[in-house]
């Protein structure tokens, strides 16, 4: 089935040492974003890319940073995690930003920061 | 500044005692408003897009409305397997904004 797949599912990392979190997908979609949610908090959305064009939220921190090699990978880099980066990591997927094509969320990986 | 407020923040239902979940918003520019749908450690699962007030959407046992200033998600007869948080989202320009959700217990 095609699918938002994202690795690990789980990642503990101990602070200030750099992690990479993975998102794939198999829908060939152009746009693919990064969400960090906190517990019981709304997703909130760090970067996306339209292709190769990177646009970055203007909050997001300079500690994270996005790669997207081709269509099908985008990366996560946290530069040097602080205790304050341990959330949900959301990435997800869409044909178009448009408001007509529906964003399609992988299962997320939670992010615990020691 | 765009913002969407859900509320309760948390319901508790018995098995088949029907009620409402609120969305209100105030997002410029705004395009649509989403529904989703997600269960503890797992990512958001969408459920329904509405473009212009008046606009009703269902499936199953959920309905979603619109007017110009929120959004209801009607929850009819339901089941303990509709347990979970539900998200809404104003989607403007290219992104959506989500609100913290409301968390929803259906007790058999």
């Known amino acids: 089935d095609a699918m938002v797949i994202q690795n690990p599912r789980y990642q503990v990392t101990q602070f200030g040492k750099p992690v990479t979190l993975s998102c794939s997908q198999t829908?060939?979609?152009?746009?693919m974003y990064w969400y960090q949610q906190k517990s019981s908090q709304a997703p909130k959305l760090l970067f996306h890319y339209y292709d190769k064009d990177f646009n970055n939220e203007a909050d997001t921190p300079d500690n994270f940073q996005s790669r997207r090699p081709n269509t099908s990978f985008c990366f996560l880099d946290i530069r040097s995690p602080g205790l304050g980066d341990a959330a949900m990591y959301l990435c997800a997927t869409s044909r178009d930003k448009t408001v007509q094509e529906t964003q399609y969320f992988g299962p997320g990986t939670r992010l615990l920061v020691l | 500044e765009d913002q969407v407020t859900q509320s309760p923040e948390a319901l508790r239902l018995q098995e088949g005692e029907s009620s409402s979940l609120n969305c209100s918003y105030t997002v410029s520019g705004l395009r649509g408003l989403f529904w989703y749908r997600q269960d503890p450690g797992k990512g958001p699962e969408f459920l329904f897009t509405l473009y212009s007030a008046g606009e009703e959407k269902e499936k199953e046992r959920l309905k979603a409305t619109l007017t110009k200033k929120e959004s209801f998600l009607h929850i009819t007869a339901p089941k303990p397997e509709d347990s979970a948080t539900y998200l809404c989202?104003?989607?403007?320009?290219?992104?959506?904004?989500f609100g913290s959700g409301t968390r929803l217990l259906v007790r058999p």
């Open positions: 989202a104003g989607h403007s320009s290219y992104k959506l904004i």
């Open positions: 829908l060939n979609h152009n746009v």
